[in-house]
């Protein structure tokens, strides 16, 4: 049948769905020229995880596109809709801290990971290598600068006030700090000079007061940030932000490494190994689509490989995406090429070994339980305390790695203290919006306990016409994992500790447990905030949720001034409030 298809194929733009024997999904791809590219699949020797793509290959269809960068876009819009198993390899779910000056009322520096990339942000710097790098910055300048640094607004002013660290935002309305502001946008902008400098000064103001202590603190800061300095030196000095991607590529993994240089510094890099299923160029292409696509904001210039599109890349990225052949653009280019060699030497030997493993526990464990072919795995587990606060958690392995984007939270809508109970509620809501949405099925489930678990399970996926296999994982005395229940046959396997199939398990138990107990942790510390709440008269559910929303903890409740409390509570309601937490 694929044949006959293959002969229809037009030599056209377009997007190509792969599927399995299941009718599922399994890869989106796009091409220049559909013909050609869907040939390649079946014509050629192929070795890695193409491999394993093409030998589960059981069908496939194509959209024919008016252009390549049509076929770009509607690729990256099946993926989002599909979630290929195969195009999850190529997915990096870290995102780089940045650092974001607020200057709306009162200056402060925080830290962030999570921002909007579609939002104007005139006042985020980054990205930074690591949340070290950007703490510590921002830990040097707000002793540097008399910033904001409490949190909420209190009634009088703070320790930082009185050694000079703040310029008390709490009692003093009409400070005009523009030229601190100023000075600091130029550190975040890379003027090293003026960092320095205020240190300098800094050190003399201590050492002339006898604080040799904080003196001292201050020349290992100066130390340490003139050896990060004298790292970020690069050999350009146009003062532009860019990034600069580049790859290597051997034995059917790419290992791909990108430059953030800002402000013609190079702040620091990002490395990855993935297995290459795709054309080199293609996969580069959509990996750095994706890299803006939500976590990472563009700079001015983006510097790439001379085999890709950039033309394509161009019309998608906010960004002047270019290739460059000679120069000093060139030099850092091939540097981070370099840098991309080094890294598959590094870790290719820990690379191989970790599919290899994973994909052996995987093929030995479906084999165990009469599965030709396991790919995802969901594992369910319950928390509770006392019956209150009753939550579970689910995780995703794809080919026994970890799929955080999967992963999912559900909040037990009656408080129970019945595990079996909970695990129908959470597998009915789970698995009814699959089939609603249409999403991916696993093709097998986990979940924590024996046979009244395990039948709880099969009564949900019976009452919604499903086939998914289920399995239960039972546990000797020392709380280590000792048998594996079939769920169709109920007959318990003996786990050997050395076997990857151990591993495997045991990974996935103590991720899910880890998952469900901190999502608990979390739904009690709110609980906690919900019953001091519901002991003030005045607060009823609305501004309950209010208040929880706005300040997040009782900390930051008992921190809070009146006048932001009012913007939420009527005055009397917040001296209430106020008093009750200060007898608490």
């Not at 009718?23 to 796009?30: D, R, T």
């Amino acid at each position: 049948m694929i044949k006959e298809k293959l002969s229809l194929v037009p030599m056209l733009p377009g997007c190509y769905l792969m599927k399995n024997d299941k009718g599922v999904i399994i890869y989106v791809g796009k091409a220049k020229k559909l013909k050609n590219r869907l040939n390649s699949y079946f014509n050629r020797t192929h070795t890695g995880k193409t491999k394993m793509l093409v030998s589960e290959i059981a069908d496939f269809d194509y959209i024919v596109t008016s252009s390549e960068l049509e076929a770009f876009i509607l690729e990256i819009n099946l993926i989002k809709k599909y979630d290929p198993h195969y195009n999850i390899l190529l997915r990096d779910d870290k995102s780089y801290p940045y650092i974001e000056f607020k200057i709306d009322k009162y200056p402060s520096l925080v830290v962030k990971r999570e921002i909007n990339v579609n939002k104007k942000n005139k006042n985020l710097y980054g990205p930074y290598p690591n949340s070290y790098a950007a703490r510590r910055l921002v830990n040097l300048i707000n002793r540097l600068y008399p910033l904001k640094k409490c949190e909420g607004l209190p009634k009088k002013e703070c320790l930082y006030y009185h050694i000079g660290e703040c310029l008390g935002y709490c009692i003093h309305r009409n400070l005009n700090p523009t030229e601190m502001i100023e000075e600091i946008k130029d550190i975040l902008n890379g003027h090293d000079e003026i960092l320095i400098n205020k240190i300098n000064e800094k050190i003399n103001i201590n050492a002339e007061n006898l604080n040799y202590e904080v003196a001292l603190e201050l020349k290992q800061e100066l130390d340490y940030i003139k050896v990060v300095f004298e790292k970020q030196k690069v050999e350009l000095n146009d003062g532009v932000n860019r990034d600069i991607f580049n790859y290597y590529v051997e034995d059917g993994y790419i290992s791909i490494v990108v430059f953030f240089i800002r402000n013609g510094k190079l702040l620091g890099d990002k490395k990855n190994i993935f297995p290459l299923v795709d054309e080199v160029n293609e996969t580069l292409e959509y990996y750095i689509v994706n890299f803006y696509s939500k976590k990472n904001i563009p700079p001015k210039e983006v510097i790439v490989p001379g085999n890709l599109d950039v033309n394509l890349l161009n019309s998608i990225i906010d960004a002047k995406v270019i290739s460059i052949s000679r120069g000093k653009k060139k030099h850092l280019f091939d540097l981070a090429g370099t840098n991309a060699k080094i890294n598959f030497d590094n870790n290719k030997k820990m690379a191989y070994k970790d599919n290899e493993r994973n994909f052996e526990a995987c093929k030995e464990l479906g084999k165990l339980v009469g599965l030709d072919n396991l790919t995802v795995i969901e594992s369910f587990d319950n928390a509770h305390l006392f019956g209150t606060f009753t939550v579970s958690g689910m995780v995703t392995f794809i080919d026994g790695e970890p799929s955080k984007k999967d992963y999912r939270k559900f909040k037990i809508s009656a408080e129970q203290n019945n595990d079996a109970a909970s695990m129908k509620e959470i597998l009915y809501r789970r698995y009814q919006k699959a089939l609603m949405n249409k999403t991916r099925i696993p093709d097998m489930i986990l979940v924590d306990g024996g046979i009244i678990q395990i039948n709880a399970c099969k009564e949900v996926l019976s009452s919604l016409c499903l086939n998914i296999k289920v399995c239960g994982l039972a546990k000797d005395d020392k709380h280590s994992l000792s048998e594996l229940i079939d769920g169709d046959t109920l007959v318990a396997y003996k786990i050997d500790k050395r076997s990857n199939v151990f591993y495997l398990l045991t990974r996935i138990s103590d991720e899910v447990h880890r998952f469900t107990i901190n999502y608990h942790r979390q739904i009690r510390s709110k609980g906690n905030i919900q019953s001091v709440l519901d002991n003030i008269e005045g607060i009823g559910a609305v501004r309950r949720k209010e208040l929880i929303k706005k300040f997040g903890s009782l900390k930051n409740i008992k921190e809070a001034s009146l006048e932001e409390l009012n913007e939420i509570l009527p005055e009397n309601v917040s001296n209430k409030l106020i008093d009750y937490l200060k007898n608490m």
